[in-house]
C-alpha cells in the first residue's frame, strides 16, 4: 500500500508567480490535511478537506492560498502570487473515514523555495 | 486555544544511554490525544508513539516510551538505549477528539546522537 505522495518534491518559484502542490493521500483514505513548516518551526495546521469539502481551513491565510480536493485526482494547494515568506515545506496528511487512533499519515513533504 | 510546549531545543545524548525529551500543553478538553513525531533529515514525519488521555497507562513501543501526567499536563518522552538512527526532530503534537481533527505541534526538540 503506498504511502501518502506528494510532487513535487522541491518547486522554485519566482514571486508574483503561482505554485501548485499536489498531495495524493494513501489507498482508502478520504480525509486529507495540509500543514506549513517554516525553518526551524514545528508544523502549523492550514487546512482539512474531504473528498469535494473544505472542512476547516483556519489555518489558512485569507489571500491567495486555496485548496480542494476533488472527487477524482489529488487534492491540491494553490499559492498564488508567492512572496518570499511563502517559502516553506508543505507536508500533505491522510487518514481513513474512520479515525483510528487519530492517526494522520504524512507525505515526504514540498520544499517551496521563492526567488 | 490548546497550546504545545517543547522547552529544549536541542538535546544530546551518548550512544545506548537514555534520554528524555520534554512536552507541556495546555487545554481545557478531557479527552484528547498525544503524539511524539520523528522528523529525520529526509523531513518525512514518522509517528514514533500515542497516548490517550484517558487512558492512565503509559505507552511504550520498543525502545520508546512516555511518562504522561495528566493533572500536570506533562508528556514527556523516554528513548532508551540509543541509537545513531534516532538523531532527528522529535515534535509533540495534541489532537483534539472534539472535531477540530488537526495536529498542534510543538516547535520541536533536535536530538543527537553521539558515537
Known amino acids: 500500500n503506498a504511502g501518502v505522495m506528494q510532487n513535487p518534491r522541491h518547486l522554485v518559484r519566482r514571486r508574483g508567480q503561482e505554485a501548485r502542490l499536489r498531495c495524493s493521500p494513501m489507498?482508502?483514505?478520504?480525509?486529507v490535511y495540509w500543514y506549513r513548516q517554516l525553518p526551524e518551526e514545528g508544523l502549523k495546521f492550514m487546512v482539512y478537506?474531504?473528498?469535494?469539502?473544505?472542512?476547516?481551513e483556519s489555518g489558512m491565510p485569507k489571500e491567495r492560498f486555496s485548496a480542494e480536493f476533488p472527487k477524482e485526482g489529488p487534492s491540491i494547494l494553490r499559492i498564488q502570487q508567492v512572496v518570499r515568506g511563502d517559502s516553506a515545506a508543505y507536508f500533505c496528511?491522510?487518514?481513513?473515514?474512520?479515525?483510528?487512533?487519530?492517526?494522520?499519515?504524512f507525505g515526504p513533504g514540498t520544499r517551496l523555495t521563492v526567488l | 486555544a490548546q497550546t504545545v510546549t517543547q522547552s529544549q531545543p536541542e538535546m544530546s545524548v551518548q550512544e545506548a544511554e537514555t534520554v528524555t525529551l520534554s512536552c507541556t500543553y495546555d487545554?481545557?478538553?478531557?479527552?484528547?490525544?498525544l503524539f511524539w513525531y520523528k522528523q529525520p533529515p529526509s523531513r518525512q514525519m514518522i509517528l514514533v508513539i500515542r497516548?490517550?488521555?484517558?487512558?492512565?497507562q503509559n505507552a511504550t513501543e520498543n525502545r520508546f516510551s512516555v511518562n504522561f501526567q495528566k493533572a500536570a499536563k506533562s508528556f514527556s518522552l523516554k528513548i532508551s538505549d540509543s541509537q545513531l538512527g534516532d538523531a532527528a526532530m522529535y515534535f509533540c503534537?495534541?489532537?483534539?477528539?472534539?472535531?477540530?481533527?488537526?495536529?498542534?505541534f510543538g516547535t520541536g526538540t533536535r536530538l543527537k546522537v553521539l558515537a
Open positions: 496528511a491522510s487518514s481513513p473515514p474512520v479515525l483510528q487512533g487519530y492517526e494522520q499519515f
Open positions: 489507498k482508502g483514505h478520504s480525509h
Open positions: 478537506l474531504q473528498k469535494e469539502n473544505i472542512i476547516d
Open positions: 487545554t481545557s478538553e478531557s479527552d484528547y490525544y
Open positions: 497516548q490517550e488521555a484517558y487512558k492512565q
Open positions: 503534537a495534541y489532537f483534539s477528539t472534539s472535531g477540530t481533527y488537526k495536529y498542534i
